[in-house]
């Protein structure tokens, strides 16, 4: 995963510029799919944003979902971000013609984690009671099986898409996939992240200052936002924005959890950013409470976002997918 910085570090001003949706609906790596934007709830009167991607030419019938939940550090990101939309995960639903539902969230520090939990319940919500409703307007005849349910995210998506595991009704979602979530967000650097500078901490100070009340932020073209996500992250501050409610945090809630899908986790041993040591933690508690078959793991040589080169053939990727898979379409 590439980090994309502004030249300068006092570019405030263009920090909360949102992506042009459009032209991400747009995007190349999107050719095999029809792409729709849709409202899944307003917070003062603010859209927030899912997007839809029905893979191109299926016929008339009902097929299995994936739900993508977006990283960024809880800070930036977008739920149709490109460069942070894994090829490998477009091929395994094309493959499957299944269809993936993006979601965007409030994000940081605008908002706070119970504000984002909050979101991600809602955007479930509507994906029950109202998702088929929209497909019925912008695909007639195509419609999300409920049944054949999995959920996937990358760093902050892989903690919100486990979060959605451990708070979901039980058997709605079949599987998990959750790579490099952000359960060790919260620990101490030990090296600079994928080599980027100190970012001075006036550049959060100048951002925080200049806050509009009531404006939130659900989405960001990197390199907007991402000088104040390292800045939060380089000052180990991540937490005091996020918030301590224990309801926020998966590490807490497996361990007061009563039912859990499979997860399939994947870490890499070299990540900087968010250290391997909470995901493997976390792996530990889901097998005290659930039992080591209710969980994979697996840590890989690699920096945070090393699946961005993986294809559905790498060995590590393609043996974990299949229990995932088998649980979706059985």
């Not at 191109?56 to 939940?69: A, N, R, S, T």
């Not at 998702?131 to 919100?160: F, M, N, W």
Request: glycine share 8%; aromatic share 10%.
């Amino acid at each position: 995963m590439e980090l994309l910085l502004h030249e300068k570090c006092d570019t405030i001003t263009t920090l909360n510029k949102l992506p042009n949706s459009t032209a991400e609906m747009d995007h190349p790596k999107y050719a095999k799919f029809d792409v729709s934007e849709a409202t899944y709830k307003v917070v003062n009167e603010q859209n927030i944003e899912a997007f839809v991607l029905v893979p191109k030419g299926l016929p008339h019938g009902k097929y299995p979902l994936l739900v993508e939940f977006h990283g960024g550090f809880f800070v930036t990101g977008g739920a149709l971000y490109p460069e942070w939309f894994a090829d490998w995960i477009l091929e395994y639903c094309v493959q499957h013609s299944a269809i993936i539902v993006s979601a965007n969230y409030r994000l940081l520090p605008e908002s706070n984690g119970t504000d984002i939990m909050e979101d991600v319940s809602d955007f479930w919500t509507w994906i029950r009671e109202d998702l088929q409703s929209y497909l019925t307007r912008v695909k007639p005849g195509i419609e999300a099986d409920l049944s054949k349910v999995i959920v996937h995210g990358g760093s902050a998506g892989g903690t919100l898409a486990l979060q959605s595991g451990l708070t979901q009704p039980q058997g709605f979602i079949k599987a998990v996939i959750a790579g490099y979530p952000g359960l060790g967000l919260w620990a101490p650097l030990t090296a600079p992240i994928m080599g980027a500078p100190t970012i001075p901490p006036i550049v959060l100070e100048e951002y925080l200052t200049n806050l509009q009340p009531g404006k939130i932020a659900t989405s960001a073209h990197p390199p907007e936002r991402m000088q104040i996500a390292l800045c939060m992250r380089q000052q180990g501050i991540t937490g005091k924005f996020y918030g301590s409610n224990e309801s926020s945090y998966p590490m807490k809630v497996v361990q007061k959890a009563h039912h859990i899908p499979f997860l399939f986790l994947f870490h890499g041993k070299n990540d900087i950013a968010v250290p391997a040591e909470g995901s493997i933690q976390f792996a530990e508690f889901v097998k005290e409470r659930f039992g080591s078959s209710n969980i994979d793991l697996r840590t890989e040589a690699g920096d945070h976002g090393f699946d961005m080169t993986a294809t559905l053939e790498t060995p590590w990727l393609k043996d974990g997918l299949t229990r995932v898979t088998e649980l979706w379409l059985s």
